[in-house]
């Protein structure tokens, strides 16, 4: 013990022989720590414009991909009636308007026999496609053939097209006995793209868009969308590549302010450091005033008794003074009003105290207050019940300062006592309801599971028995037959995952896990 105040002794020499160097010390190791926080603000405002730009180009991705829904399912409902019809080219305007009606998005729709457009809607301002053979354009044909090989719908642009404007052609390959037959395609004006506000650059938005293709035909890389060549582009930037046309969808913070946000910031805490080292070198200097206001303090501890009598009279609460040596405690006046107890010297003890304690408590706190006496620590407080004089009981709020001698042991703990069942019967309530909550969402939770279930059993087995069905008759199946069947299937498949979705969906708000503190 004595090494240890030697060494208290020894540091406390160095910090008052040389105020100067304490506060230099103080000013360093301050500006070391806001230099530090000033760095991990930079880094987290840098990861606040990662997310942002993340998030944004996920949005402009699935708003581009529901566009392009729009024309994969007018490119296929084409490519229905022409398996299924036999006169689809001499029907085709009525069939067109039907598609591009049900498609919003889609501004022609085009029938090719093999690789020559046959048939165009609206045929105004089209004619000139017509007899156009793409797989014999070599600007055209590689997508062509990218389409025809996946033998799924394929975009193929941006570019000029024949009758004029910019756009992107989708097709899809029809076959017929394992040879190709035709293509149905749908064009997309990159103006309707435009006008619809999925791709756009905003001067006043704080992100450059930009969709952009290596051409198949030159392998240079091709931009899409405007961009001012005056713009900045010190940010952030994200892409994302979109197989079904082969592009790179890229998203680029403009101006990024993850340093000049943090200026005033770093400025505040050197001025903090600055100040911190003042205050250490006027400390440092000034022993006579610290020595000065210790001594206040022990005037205070001696003063504490008068104080304490005013306070009782202040205070609607039980105030208390506990004398550990003597194990004597004096209690206002509230104490006996508070419980209904009538004041005798055989309740001026702490032993008296324990014998009102509710059974179920007393280990508790009778073991929370003696590691609490034990330890270093000032303060003790403690919610439990006590027994009043009409043998019910009250819950009440108990708290109190710790006075310790030189040793660090407790000798003496003054304190206040707090009725508090309203409050507690309050909390009960709540908690009796928070349960009835609890279990209704488990009720929720389960029915929607049992739900999805049992609505995901017939769809396996539709999918089960059309692939079987298929394994075992395709040979003697034609084309078409086994197309059905695949349609089905994905049907089923398709449904199921909206099922699977649904359920995540119905979970949201149960799982405790993904409770996160921000």
């Known amino acids: 013990m004595s090494s240890i105040e030697n060494f208290k002794k020894h540091i406390s020499s160095l910090i008052y022989s040389s105020p100067r160097t304490t506060g230099w010390l103080v000013f360093l190791l301050s500006l070391f720590l806001t230099s530090y926080l000033s760095y991990t603000e930079y880094q987290l405002r840098l990861s606040a414009e990662r997310e942002e730009v993340i998030s944004k180009l996920n949005e402009l991705e699935n708003r581009l991909t529901e566009a392009l829904n729009n024309g994969v399912s007018a490119v296929k409902t084409l490519a229905f009636y022409a398996q299924n019809q036999e006169n689809v080219v001499e029907n085709f305007e009525r069939i067109g308007r039907d598609i591009l009606d049900n498609n919003p998005l889609v501004d022609v729709i085009q029938y090719l026999d093999s690789g020559t457009i046959v048939a165009v809607y609206p045929l105004s301002g089209n004619e000139v496609v017509i007899g156009y053979d793409v797989l014999a354009d070599p600007k055209t044909n590689k997508e062509v053939e990218e389409a025809i090989r996946r033998k799924e719908v394929f975009f193929s642009g941006p570019f000029t097209l024949r009758q004029g404007g ?32 999925l791709l756009k650059n905003n001067p006043n938005e704080k992100f450059s868009i930009q969709l952009s293709k290596k051409n198949p035909n030159t392998g240079i890389v091709e931009n899409f969308i405007p961009i001012s060549i005056d713009e900045p582009s010190s940010g952030y930037s994200a892409s994302i590549p979109m197989d079904v046309g082969n592009w790179l969808l890229t998203v680029q913070l403009k101006e990024s302010t ?11 805490r050197i001025l903090l450091a600055v100040a911190l080292g003042i205050v250490a070198w006027n400390a440092a200097r000034q022993p006579a005033i610290l020595r000065q206001k210790v001594a206040d303090q022990s005037k205070e501890i001696i003063n504490a008794n008068e104080r304490f009598e005013l306070a009782t009279k202040a205070t609607s609460d039980v105030i208390w003074d506990w004398d550990l040596a003597l194990n004597e405690v004096y209690r206002s006046d509230h104490f006996f009003k508070m419980l209904g107890y009538e004041d005798s010297e055989s309740i001026g003890n702490n032993d008296f105290f324990k014998t009102i304690i509710h059974p179920d408590d007393l280990e508790e706190v009778s073991k929370k207050l003696e590691e609490t006496l034990q330890s270093q620590s000032e303060f003790w407080e403690h919610e439990f019940r006590v027994k009043k004089m009409d043998q019910s009981y009250a819950f009440i709020f108990d708290k109190g300062y710790i006075v310790r001698d030189t040793e660090g042991k407790a000798v003496r703990m003054i304190g206040a006592t707090q009725d508090i069942s309203k409050r507690k019967k309050t909390e009960l309530e709540l908690l009796e309801a928070n349960k009835s909550l609890g279990n209704a969402n488990e009720e929720l939770k389960a029915f929607a599971f049992l739900a999805s279930h049992d609505m995901r059993e017939p769809l396996r087995m539709i999918s089960s028995f059309m692939t079987l069905l298929q394994k075992k008759y395709s040979s003697e199946l034609d084309e078409k037959a086994n197309q059905y069947i695949e349609f089905a299937v994905d049907g089923a498949k398709r449904l199921t995952t909206l099922i699977n979705d649904l359920l995540e969906y119905s979970k949201v708000g149960f799982d405790q896990k993904s409770i996160e503190k921000i």
């Open 258 to 268: 993850a340093i000049s946000g943090s200026i005033f910031a770093i400025f505040l």
């Open 166 to 197: 910019m756009g992107i052609v989708g097709r899809y390959p029809l076959f017929e006995d394992g040879k190709l037959k035709g293509l149905s395609a749908i064009i997309i004006y990159l103006e309707t793209i435009f006008e619809e506000g």
